[in-house]
């Protein structure tokens, strides 16, 4: 926390110096807000977007798909072309990401030295979860970042099983980083504008919901091949 509270004064820092303030003033409404960003230097808007999504976290559950695609159209123009704004918004957004998700890890770490939470790791449905999550902890983590799921449960799960930080922040950027960037070329590329996110949103969901249902039905086959016989 002390290492993030050291990036948000360098962040703002930069952000003061080169947003020139001589010549800019603090816009008071989100109008004002929006009116501004579009004439700034990339690098102002870069480190805008950074640190928004470095607050993105389960116990600050803002947007980021809608805020990534927003920062991905040509009217906002963080890049030259296609190529340099996938790149750039795919690896600050998840740098960003990264920073968010480790305060929930160092919260959530903090949280499970109480007593009556910590019993959380003696209950049967921990049990299972963990089993499930030790069968492949750093793809299910990439998945899970790269799935736009609205609650952090897998980040909750390998915090309570003691999962690595080095390898808990690895999965989380290249997951981010697949998620982000796929947005990001999906607006510039096609010029979708706030619906590209929209739609990616819609496309994971269907994924999510069509795996879950092939589970069900993988599971459900044996038992129906038995009652036949």
Not at 180 to 195: C, F, H
Request: glycine fraction near 6%; charge should be positive; aromatic fraction near 12%.
């Amino acid at each position: 926390m002390a290492f993030y509270a050291l990036l948000l004064a360098a962040a703002g820092t930069c952000l003061w110096a080169l947003a020139e303030p001589a010549r800019w003033t603090m816009p008071r409404t989100w109008a004002q807000f929006e009116a501004a960003l579009p004439p700034a230097s990339p690098a102002v808007k870069l480190i805008v977007f950074g640190i928004y999504i470095s607050l993105c976290c389960t116990f600050c559950p803002l947007p980021t798909s809608t805020v990534v695609a927003a920062v991905a159209t040509r009217e906002f123009a963080v890049g030259t072309g296609l190529g340099d704004t996938v790149l750039l918004i795919g690896a600050v957004g998840a740098g960003a990401s990264t920073v968010a998700n480790l305060n929930d890890y160092h919260l959530f770490t903090l949280i499970l030295r109480l007593r009556n939470v910590a019993r959380v790791r003696d209950t049967r449905i921990y049990r299972i979860a963990a089993r499930w999550f030790d069968r492949s902890p750093f793809f299910l983590l990439v998945l899970f970042n790269v799935l736009p799921i609205p609650v952090g449960v897998l980040r909750m799960l390998a915090t309570i099983a003691r999962y690595g930080r080095v390898p808990f922040a690895a999965a989380n950027f290249i997951g981010r980083f697949v998620r982000y960037a796929a947005i990001a070329y999906v607006t510039y590329r096609w010029d979708l504008g706030w619906s590209a996110a929209a739609a990616l949103l819609a496309l994971g969901g269907v994924m999510v919901i069509g795996r879950a249902i092939a589970a069900i039905v993988k599971r459900t086959r044996p038992v129906q091949g038995s009652e036949a016989a």
